[in-house]
């Protein structure tokens, strides 16, 4: 049973990274508009952080659908989900329009129900996270 739901996690994170990464890869230089708006990044070159964020995103994908990688990849996407979560949080109550630059249905999400999602996606990398400590 435990893996089955750890298979069932493995899809829905991939899932979730893969179509990110790909929506922002399509239309990159909105992505990397809708980043430079940020008043949470505008310390950053978009010309190194667009790049690693894409990069980040394809790699859990690859460590979570290995074995042997797949403890990794559930850190990672705890950790990336986690950092994203708090930064939503802080754009929605300290700052007003603000674009998200997640791309597709995910940036037509209101800020409150984004939040909520990462926060389910980031419980859900923590669950298999743990399931896959215990094998």
């Known amino acids: 049973m435990k893996k089955h739901i750890i298979t069932v996690i493995v899809v829905l994170i991939s899932m979730l990274f893969t179509y990110a990464a790909i929506f922002k890869a399509m239309d990159y230089s909105l992505f990397m508009?809708?980043?430079?708006?940020?008043?949470?990044?505008?310390?950053?070159?978009?010309?190194?952080?667009?790049?690693?964020?894409?990069?980040?995103?394809?790699?859990?994908?690859?460590?979570?659908?290995?074995?042997?990688?797949?403890?990794?990849?559930?850190?990672?996407?705890?950790?990336?989900?986690?950092?994203?979560?708090?930064?939503?949080?802080?754009?929605?109550?300290?700052?007003?329009?603000?674009?998200?630059?997640?791309?597709?249905?995910?940036?037509k999400m209101p800020y409150p129900v984004h939040i909520v999602f990462n926060i389910g996606f980031t419980v859900l990398s923590g669950v298999g996270a743990l399931l896959s400590n215990k094998s």
């Open 33 to 107: 508009s809708d980043m430079s708006k940020s008043p949470l990044l505008v310390k950053y070159d978009m010309n190194l952080l667009a790049p690693v964020v894409l990069g980040t995103e394809f790699l859990i994908v690859i460590l979570l659908n290995f074995t042997a990688t797949r403890k990794t990849g559930f850190f990672l996407s705890f950790f990336v989900m986690a950092m994203f979560s708090l930064y939503l949080s802080t754009l929605y109550f300290f700052f007003t329009n603000i674009p998200c630059s997640c791309g597709g249905i995910l940036g």
